[in-house]
């Protein structure tokens, strides 16, 4: 799967500001359709990511749209609009039950059979962000082979809850960690939650750090700044990397003396030690034999 460290928003009224997304080095770009976009201008807005999707050259950059919730008059125009021009995937807002994902699938199915495209090819994202997507997670994380990643949205769902945002994230702490949790027991990737005060980079890394720490892969951005840090932090740093080369090496001398648990700087290491720095070479790229 491919990594999606940042994954920025843009308003799909904004020519302007899909043009300067496309020439940024990020994983993912988001073209929206839904929130960012008010409902006298979808229509235009339709238009404009089209026309983004045909002329603007995104490099290596994911091109995804986000679409209006699954099983609308909305959303099948944005499908309608948008699928031809084949995007790498379609980001499903405000997802509640596993029909949401096998509503967009049968019509990614249907185009991909129609223009003769690899089936499966066009990815689908969720965002977790309703009360009833948060109890039906696991419902929702098993609908289909197409879903690649749960995408964690903060402000809709308290809003959905009635409950407040606080700068301390207490009230998400229970669905931002079941989030990363779901999508590492189904094998998909867990995109952090929307941080909205864009000048606040110090606080935006804090929160990237702390949502690395819980399991995500990634961060959603809105500014471009964002998604450069969401970047940075999603990366294994040089330190992380030696440490897990470290680890791996004393690893495989414990193995040869018939030792599965060992001590390194003063630390027990045994198998989810192991495990963990494995998983930060992965994700460096680096090949490791075991
Ligand atoms: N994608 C691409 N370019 C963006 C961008 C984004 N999300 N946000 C800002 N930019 C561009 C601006 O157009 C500006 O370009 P310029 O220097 O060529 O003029 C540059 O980055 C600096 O932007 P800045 O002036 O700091 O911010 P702003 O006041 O123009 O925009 C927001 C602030 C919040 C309105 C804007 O970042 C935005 O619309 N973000 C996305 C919101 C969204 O999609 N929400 C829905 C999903 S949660
Ligand atoms: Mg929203």
């Known amino acids: 799967m491919r990594p999606r460290r940042a994954l920025l928003y843009v308003p799909g009224t904004s020519l302007k500001m899909m043009t300067k997304a496309a020439g940024l080095d990020v ?7 839904e929130d960012a ?45 948008v699928l031809p021009l084949r995007p790498d995937a379609i980001i499903l807002p405000k997802v509640a039950s596993p029909d949401a994902l096998r509503w ?11 223009q003769g ?27 289909t082979p197409r879903l690649q990643a749960l995408a964690f949205g903060a402000e809709d769902l308290m809003a959905d809850v009635g409950g407040k945002r606080t700068p301390s994230n207490r009230e998400v702490a229970y669905p931002r960690s079941a989030v990363a949790i779901t999508a590492a027991a189904f094998g998909l990737q867990a995109l952090d939650q929307v941080f909205v005060a864009y000048k606040d980079l110090d606080g935006f890394r804090a929160e990237a750090e702390e949502a690395a720490i819980l399991g995500y892969q990634g961060k959603q951005a809105i500014h471009p ?23 791996l090496e004393a690893m495989r001398k414990a193995e040869a003396r018939g030792e599965g648990v060992f001590a390194l700087d003063g630390k027990m290491v045994d198998g989810p030690m192991i495990k963990a720095a494995q998983r930060i070479l992965t994700r460096a790229g680096i090949e490791f034999s075991s």
């Open 225 to 247: 700044s964002q998604a450069q840090v969401a970047q940075e932090v999603f990366t294994p740093s040089d330190e992380e990397i030696a440490h897990a080369r470290r680890v």
């Open 104 to 114: 967009a699938d049968a019509l990614l199915l249907e185009a991909e059979t129609a």
């Open 37 to 81: 976009v008010a409902l006298a201008q979808k229509e235009e807005a339709r238009r404009l990511v089209a026309q983004a999707l045909a002329e603007l050259d995104f490099g290596m950059t994911e091109r995804c749209v986000r679409i209006n919730e699954a099983g609308s008059e909305l959303a099948r125009a944005d499908l309608e609009a």
């Open 117 to 143: 495209w690899p089936i499966g090819g066009i990815a689908l994202i969720a965002l977790i962000e309703t009360a009833m997507g948060v109890v039906r997670l696991t419902d929702i994380a098993g609908a």
């Open 27 to 33: 994983d993912s770009v988001c073209l929206d359709l």
